[in-house]
């Protein structure tokens, strides 16, 4: 089992920016790929950015955030990251991070599952 727990959602004005953080506890966390889904209010959840295990030598974007949000880890710490730069009212919704040994856009591909955190982007 891995357990995840996301931090550092929050309030922010449009063009402003946030960093998540998804802290792993339980198996060898460099040894699962990562990756941040969104579910905004009435809409699926929809995937976001996905990094590769053991280092992250791939990152995977969806097109609503490439250029915007980056996606990195940290093995040492078994935490992994979403930076959000120049958010949009759009991009409201909650975060959550998922854990498994590859990476998908496919959201019932992932094994693990955070309890998400709420961002919210005032116009």
């Known amino acids: 089992q891995v357990q995840l727990v996301e931090s550092g959602g929050g309030l922010v004005q449009a063009g402003g920016s946030l960093r998540l953080s998804c802290a792993a506890s339980?198996?060898?966390?460099?040894?699962?790929?990562v990756g941040w889904f969104r579910q905004a209010p009435g809409k699926e959840r929809e995937f976001v950015a996905a990094?590769?295990?053991?280092?992250?030598?791939?990152?995977s974007y969806a097109d609503s955030v490439k250029g915007r949000f980056t996606i990195s880890r940290d093995d040492a710490k078994n935490t992994a990251y979403l930076q959000m730069n120049s958010l949009k009212p759009e991009d409201t919704a909650v975060y959550y991070c998922?854990?498994?040994?590859?990476?998908?856009?496919?959201?019932?591909?992932?094994?693990?599952w955070g309890q998400g955190t709420q961002v919210t982007v005032s116009s």
């Open positions: 998922a854990a498994d040994a590859t990476i998908s856009t496919v959201e019932r591909r992932w094994d693990y």
């Open positions: 990094i590769t295990r053991n280092g992250g030598g791939y990152r």
């Open positions: 339980g198996r060898t966390f460099s040894n699962y790929g």
